[in-house]
């Protein structure tokens, strides 16, 4: 199977061809191939049975391992190509609302310095870091695959130097490590995917085993005998197992645990399908030129086409049709081939010595790196809620003289760039809970000792608030505790949770810790707020919770939803040109009708409704009273919510102390 000059294995360049095409689909079209994510497993394959073969071959053959010379080869493979993407992404960020700036930014330094998967899996629970789509996203395949290569070598050696010393061939002793690391990896993909599917699916110790998947194919197939029948017979079998793993699964599948078993055992048995001269072998079909031409690309064309899908996507403001699709591709395939000779093929044929291969590849990376953060240092957004200077916010719409149409949007606070920082203090302050915790964090304003003791309850909906109530807090009119979680529905039954893709086990958990709590606390006034995205069987839960409150002898009083916008705020004023219009929905179309509404109702309980300060009789305008109402398309923005303190002390009777 393999050539003594490591010559190219042609099924495995029509497997990459494969892979790639998976990936492309998937990010274009994902309608089409709701599973094409899996390409990516495909390659974790590959590069674990090249990786590791050329390594115990080099150590079989010469007694050694050149670690040196092995990271160098990497280096001058991976790096220049990916350095030269990079580039063309920050150059790319103009076309990004500023808001997003410093995401973008955080992306290039992350995948500059290979660590972009532990980026991802730290925001895929994060509620702060939103759905956005970064240009450097991609990178986080190519982390784990660039940490693989950085510690393999540093594993393997030692290990095989160990089973020459007692007897053992390198084989031998390679079988057994890559068995308990493989095994273990397996084991924590397993366990972790359906508690925490979003660390699952980026972290590299989840994702090892495929890579050693590769490697032990690589160490099996290399002392075995296949007839060339039961080769063809495993290749069709694993183009069929791919196929099944690309239209069947989807978003909802959870991945990688037990499912990423069906497309790395279909990548694998491709792979041993290598050398089959039967004529019904899908050799005839991965050795077809144009196969043979795009796994030849096929690292190139990774890079280069998502960061294409996402501007487009943000300069079209559109989802992706057949035409522009085609075009996305065309585009990528251009570029690819581009890089490819010019960039790949240039660096790794070059006679650069190892010291001089590892300065210029650190040179690359702390060059980007150290562009990213001179951006970021003189980026510098605004944090938390801007100072006012006389802007009246909230408390403007209800006055009969104000026209909101005749907002500048020139002046209004905060400025776009700085609208994603302007956030409640609790984040920074840790007291709003994480998903994936349940111990109720109190955010706490105000005087213990003042009279009236006011607690509010809910998700991120309920956080957006809490600048209001610190802003009461600090006039002396209340002491005020926020009990807040991400995502999370107060309720006595779990909710389905998307991003864990099973009950929010956690939410529940946390809800009864509320109950509890607040049977010791005692408070004069439970505020509940929630999102209004919940479906409606989740009533009968929120019942249950809040009778349970009410039997207490506890004020209860739910509040309702604030408008959903069909777009982000800053985006749309960034480039609107009749923001009156564009940038402000119709009352109708933006107020939900929420599962709180209908517990309320069940329930006999007032609503708090503040919907008068946020709309008028026909639209819910972006602007109001010179400040930015949204810092999305849901959640208030820090500075507006402050406007709402005197709101709130009409509407609650909470007067000042002072």
């Excluded at 989840?206 to 080769?231: D, M, N, P, V």
């Excluded at 009749?578 to 109702?601: F, G, M, V, Y």
């Excluded at 602007?623 to 919510?641: M, Q, S």
Aim: charged share 15%.
């Amino acid at each position: 199977m393999y050539h003594p000059n490591h010559s190219i294995i042609s099924e495995v360049q029509g497997l990459r061809a494969i892979a790639v095409l998976l990936v492309l689909i998937y990010h274009i079209w994902p309608e089409v191939l709701p599973g094409g994510y899996v390409g990516v497993d495909v390659f974790f394959v590959i590069s674990g049975f090249l990786i590791t073969g050329s390594l115990v071959r080099e150590f079989e053959t010469k007694g050694r391992i050149s670690i040196p010379s092995f990271y160098a080869r990497r280096i001058r493979r991976l790096l220049p190509a990916a350095m030269v993407v990079s580039a063309a992404i920050a150059l790319s960020i103009p076309f990004f609302p500023k808001g997003q700036w410093p995401d973008i930014v955080n992306g290039i330094v992350a995948s500059a310095a290979y660590v972009q998967n532990w980026l991802l899996a730290a925001q895929a629970v994060d509620y702060l870091a939103g759905d956005t789509k970064g240009p450097t996203n991609h990178f986080w395949s190519l982390s784990v695959e660039e940490q693989y290569y950085i510690f393999w070598p540093l594993i393997l050696f030692p290990i095989l130097v160990l089973t020459r010393k007692i007897g053992l061939s390198a084989y031998n002793g390679f079988a057994g490590m890559i068995a308990v690391v493989g095994a273990g990896s397996l084991a924590c993909s397993i366990f972790l995917t359906p508690f925490d599917p979003g660390t699952a699916y980026f972290a590299t110790t989840t994702r090892a085993w495929e890579l050693a998947l590769g490697g032990a194919l690589a160490i099996y197939f290399e002392r075995s005998s296949i007839s060339h029948f039961f080769r063809a017979l495993l290749g069709l079998i694993g183009i069929l197992g791919i196929i099944i793993a690309g239209l069947a699964y989807d978003k909802s599948t959870q991945f990688p645990g037990y499912a990423a078993l069906l497309p790395t055992l279909a990548a694998t048995a491709i792979i041993a399908s290598s050398g089959s001269q039967m004529s019904w072998s899908p050799r005839v079909v991965l050795n077809a030129r144009l196969m043979q031409y795009l796994g030849d690309i096929s690292y190139s064309l990774y890079l280069w086409h998502w960061p294409l899908v996402v501007v487009y996507a943000e300069v079209a403001d559109r989802v992706i049709g057949l035409v522009d699709g085609m075009l996305i591709l065309f585009v990528s395939c251009c570029l690819a081939h581009t890089s490819k000779v010019f960039v790949e093929d240039r660096f790794r044929t070059s006679s650069f010595t190892f010291g001089r291969t590892i300065a210029v590849g650190a040179g690359c990376a702390a060059a980007t790196i150290l562009i990213g953060l001179g951006f970021l240092a003189w980026f510098n957004p605004v944090q938390g809620p801007g100072d006012l200077n006389g802007r009246l916010g909230a408390v403007a719409m209800v006055d009969p003289r104000y026209k909101w149409r005749e907002e500048d949007i020139a002046t209004f606070i905060p400025r776009p760039e700085n609208v994603k920082a302007d956030v409640p203090s609790i984040y920074a302050a840790k007291c709003h809970q994480g998903q994936r915790e349940s111990e109720v964090l109190t955010c706490t304003y105000g005087n213990p000792a003042a009279k009236t003791k006011v607690v509010m309850i809910g998700d991120s909906h309920a956080g957006h608030f809490y600048p209001a109530f610190e802003e009461l807090a600090r006039k002396g009119s209340i002491n005020f505790r926020g009990l807040s979680k991400s995502a999370c529905l107060f309720s006595l039954e779990a909710v389905y949770h998307a991003p864990f893709k099973r009950l929010y086990t956690e939410c529940l958990e946390w809800s009864k810790n509320v109950i509890a709590w607040l049977e010791r606390e005692r408070p004069d006034l439970v505020l509940i707020s929630q999102s209004p995205a919940y479906p409606e069987t989740a009533v009968k839960g929120m019942v249950a919770a809040w009778s349970r409150l009410l039997k207490m002898g506890l004020n209860v009083r739910p509040v309702r939803s604030t408008p959903w916008l069909g777009f982000d705020a800053e985006k749309c004023l960034t480039g609107s040109k009749n923001w009156d219009i564009e940038c402000a929905p119709k009352r109708n179309d933006s107020l939900r009708r929420d599962p709180a509404q209908t517990a309320a109702e069940e329930l006999g309980l007032r609503m708090l409704d503040l919907t008068n300060y946020l709309c008028d009789a026909e639209r819910c305008p972006t602007i109001i009273g010179g400040i930015l109402v949204y810092r999305d398309r849901h959640h208030l923005t820090a500075t507006f919510a402050k406007t709402l303190n005197k709101v709130f002390a009409v509407e609650l009777s909470l007067q000042s102390e002072k």
